[in-house]
């Protein structure tokens, strides 16, 4: 088995930790931008000093960062901050499993986005996964209480930040390979870590500016949060890291085709650990959302 496959899925699973992590923090004690701003803040200085003192102690010479690398990495890394962000507040309309479900929507709207945009040739098994993935959304629109026409569903906040969030991820998965790529150096790992710690020290940064405008409070409550909010930044380190790394083996979409086995992972937490109930229209939605990435995967050629 390639190795870019078992990293895939151990990014997943990190993911789900942290978003789990990112719910229960954002519903009791911070927003949904002071959740998302405690990811970078306890994960960003632990790499700074983890990947100073590996060039440090090894002698290894800095690879140089060129403005194609920053353009990918800051692009991605807006991407990112937004799709966290509207992720966070999709938790508190709707579970954790339907959330987490609408944001795996980034697989197939990154498809969509590279056939109208780059003329990426679409295989009958990509369409009809596609086409799959549209009726999994239409039956995910659907409120709870199951009001409303079709359009106006589709359109509601949660279905409009879930799929909103699926297209930045998208965004930010493609600008972290291309910023990956940009380092002259043979090794995939040192690649990833570099990514990963420029796009997250620049995404504190960023954050850290944007709360301090809008919401000091917030930067309170994060520090205040520090002991379970550090857990948020750990399982950040652990899944990024798997993410970048797995972008520097493979292509963006093959990777994030791979992690959509977060849809098990999610559902898993959102019976177990949130007591939510799953309704029967929502496990159908899941299942043929779940059905609609298995049958793109084995489309891919």
């Not at 797995?246 to 992690?259: C, H, I, N, P, S």
Request: glycine fraction near 8%.
């Amino acid at each position: 088995m390639s190795l870019w496959i078992p990293v895939s899925i151990a990014a997943a699973l990190f993911q789900t930790l942290r978003f789990m992590l990112q719910k229960w923090l954002s519903t009791a004690r911070l927003s949904a931008e002071g959740a998302t701003f405690a990811r970078f803040a306890y994960s960003a200085p632990f790499l700074l000093v983890l990947l100073t003192g590996w060039f440090v102690l090894t002698g290894h010479a800095v690879p140089h960062l060129n403005l194609s690398f920053w353009a990918f990495a800051l692009s991605g890394g807006a991407a990112q901050i937004l799709a966290t962000v509207f992720v966070v507040l999709l938790f508190k309309s709707r579970n954790f499993a339907v959330g987490m479900t609408f944001k795996n929507s980034e697989v197939m709207q990154a498809a969509m986005v590279g056939f109208v945009l780059l003329g990426d040739r679409i295989s009958w098994g990509g369409f009809v996964a596609i086409l799959l993935s549209v009726g999994a959304i239409f039956l995910l629109s659907r409120p709870p209480e199951g009001t409303g026409s079709l359009w106006q569903n589709l359109t509601n906040r949660a279905s409009g930040l879930g799929l909103g969030a699926g297209f930045l991820f998208a965004v930010s998965a493609v600008g972290y390979r291309g910023a990956a790529m940009q380092i002259d150096d043979p090794s995939a790992v040192l690649r990833a870590a570099m990514t990963l710690t420029a796009v997250t020290t620049s995404q504190m940064i960023g954050m850290a500016l944007w709360i301090f405008w809008r919401d000091r409070t917030q930067l309170r409550a994060v520090w205040e949060a520090r002991s379970s909010a550090v857990w948020i930044g750990l399982t950040s380190v652990a899944g990024s890291f798997c993410w970048f790394l797995a972008f520097t083996l493979q292509t963006a979409a093959y990777v994030k085709a791979v992690g959509q086995v977060e849809l098990v992972f999610s559902l898993i937490a959102s019976v177990l650990f949130f007591r939510e109930k799953i309704s029967a229209r929502e496990m159908a939605g899941i299942a043929l959302l779940g059905l609609s990435i298995l049958i793109l995967i084995l489309s891919i050629q």
